[in-house]
């Protein structure tokens, strides 16, 4: 099943996709899952009533969470991408958080920020887990609490995430995290949405082209690692990592500007796209 989330008089909606379409479901995607809501049903409901269409083409697009509890991202969950930042494989996930004032939705401008032009794509894999992940859950038990699978652009003011050996500051400025539009149910992708190809391309020129299977640490991993510190909750999201081809590692670099268009795609799923704007624009 394929979910999304649009906004509608300001408010976000989420909606279960259909072709070309979309059919409201309900206020938010986080509540429902809090609430134990069986959103696979209601969207077969949904799809067999005959309810309203509402072309996708028309709408505005929020963030596919638009307030997660917790947003974990990891860096260097790629060989390759560790490889080209001049770091060997890490023992254990760099993990790191970023706010929810810094999502953005598909088809919402990513800010360049006023105080730097060091800004740069990151394509990833990002989970939304479902339902609650109780301490110390064995790898082997990880994905049955995994709702589904979506695209994530971790956009990164690199000169910032440089200025301290934790990368928080560098990746929460407002409208950096590119989120959504689709989000697939995990009944729908291989286990821990494996053998994916994921894309990113800026002005249309492929930029970075990979394979889900070559993450570090697989999803299932991911979240029993996790819950060895904590509890995961319905509506958190982890963002799985970037590969190679990031513009700080080209020679020479390649920032994002005003203007260019930073598209995110992973088979199976979709693709997010951003244009890119100047904050104050």
């Known amino acids: 099943m394929r979910f999304t989330t ?37 969207a077969r409901a949904a799809l067999a009533s005959g309810a309203r269409r509402l072309p996708l083409a028309g709408l505005r697009f929020a ?31 760099w993990f790191f958080y970023r706010g929810k004032s810094s999502l953005v939705g598909h088809g919402e401008p990513g800010l360049v920020p006023k105080v730097s032009g060091k800004f740069d794509y990151e394509a990833e894999l990002a989970v939304v887990i479902g339902t609650r992940v109780p301490r110390h859950v064995a790898q082997a038990d990880a994905l049955r609490h995994v709702f589904g699978y979506s695209c994530f652009n971790d956009m990164s003011v690199r000169d910032y995430q440089k200025r301290t050996p934790q990368w928080t500051i560098g990746k929460n400025f407002d409208a950096t995290g590119g989120f959504g539009p689709v989000l697939v149910s995990a009944d729908e992708l291989a286990p821990g949405a494996t053998g994916l190809r994921i894309r990113s391309r800026l002005n249309g020129q492929v930029m970075q082209d990979a394979n889900t299977s070559d993450m570090i640490f697989s999803v299932a991993e991911t979240i029993a690692l996790l819950a060895q510190c904590m509890t995961l909750d319905p509506g958190d999201a982890i963002i799985m990592g970037t590969p190679a081809g990031v513009g700080q590692a080209r020679t020479p670099p390649v920032w994002m500007k005003s203007g260019d268009t930073i598209e995110i795609e992973i088979e199976q799923i979709g693709v997010l796209r951003n244009p890119i704007v100047a904050e104050g624009a």
Do not use: F, S
Not at 65 to 88: F, S, T
């Open 63 to 93: 963030p596919l969470v638009p307030e997660p509890g917790k947003i974990i991202c990891l860096g260097l969950n790629y060989y390759d991408h560790a490889k080209e930042g001049g770091r060997d494989k890490p023992d254990y996930p």
């Open 6 to 42: 649009y906004l509608r008089d300001g408010q976000p909606r989420l909606a279960v996709v259909d072709g070309d379409t979309a059919i409201d479901l309900a206020a938010d995607l986080r509540a429902e899952l809090e609430d134990g809501t069986d959103l696979i049903a209601a």
